[in-house]
């Protein structure tokens, strides 16, 4: 079975800071994909990152990247020049055959 | 490109009754999954259809259904409500099976509250 855990509930960061957020999983799989998706107040989810468990190199968007480590098996979302309207819940998820999410991270950025 | 679709948005039901929402996924993608957002539970996931055939399913009890038509809109129905059903539900939409990469676009969600 998957189990991906979020260890942090809530995290702040002041705009244009830089926040990690922690996620680490578990699967027997050796075929995965990884995801981090973003929750805005009352708006839809949508997905910031993913990464292919086959990839060794971290994924990049923008100023989203990832640090993957396979053998510990954790995966963590680092944002840089942290803006306003990053504020949200972001969920860690882990897909073979379904996407199981993480418990989710609020993260409130301050001006 | 319209983006997926879920209605009702809001509906209150009491113990007992029973529930049908609807997703009509992005056009063209043959895929599409169901989740329930609860406080308490975080996102777990329901169900997932593929080309009209349920393809996965999550560990919830028989009251949970579902189904994919010919067009790949997506219904869910959930009978003999209770009090612990009250949830966001969301919907998901993408090309492929959920086995691979392949972004999932997700609905804006159906919030059902059991009274």
């Known amino acids: 079975a998957q189990t991906v855990t979020q260890s942090q509930p809530e995290m702040s960061v002041q705009e244009a800071e830089t926040v990690t957020l922690s996620c680490t999983y578990d699967t027997s799989e050796n075929n995965y994909y990884l995801f981090w998706y973003k929750q805005p107040p009352s708006r839809q989810m949508i997905l910031v990152i993913r990464?292919?468990?086959?990839?060794?190199q971290n994924a990049t968007e923008n100023r989203f990247s990832v640090n993957f480590q396979k053998a510990a098996k954790s995966f963590s979302l680092k944002i840089s020049d942290s803006q306003l309207g990053d504020t949200a819940m972001y969920f860690c998820?882990?897909?073979?055959?379904?996407?199981?999410f993480g418990t989710g991270t609020r993260l409130q950025v301050f001006p | 490109k319209a983006g997926v679709t879920q209605t009702p948005r809001y509906l209150i039901k009491t113990r007992g009754q029973q529930v049908t929402l609807s997703c009509s996924p992005i056009s063209g993608h043959r895929s599409v999954s169901w989740y329930q957002q609860t406080p308490g539970q975080g996102l777990q996931f329901l169900f997932e259809?593929?080309?009209?055939?349920?393809?996965n399913k999550g560990n919830f009890p028989g009251r949970f259904s579902g189904r994919q038509f010919s067009n790949s809109r997506s219904e869910m129905n959930v009978s003999t409500l209770e009090l612990g059903d009250s949830a966001l539900y969301l919907c998901?939409?993408?090309?492929?099976?959920?086995?691979?990469?392949?972004?999932?676009?997700f609905g804006e969600g159906s919030r059902l509250t059991v009274l």
């Open positions: 998901a939409s993408g090309h492929r099976l959920a086995g691979g990469s392949g972004e999932l676009f």
């Open positions: 259809y593929f080309s009209e055939t349920q393809r």
């Open positions: 990464q292919e468990a086959y990839k060794q």
């Open positions: 998820a882990a897909r073979s055959d379904k996407l199981i």
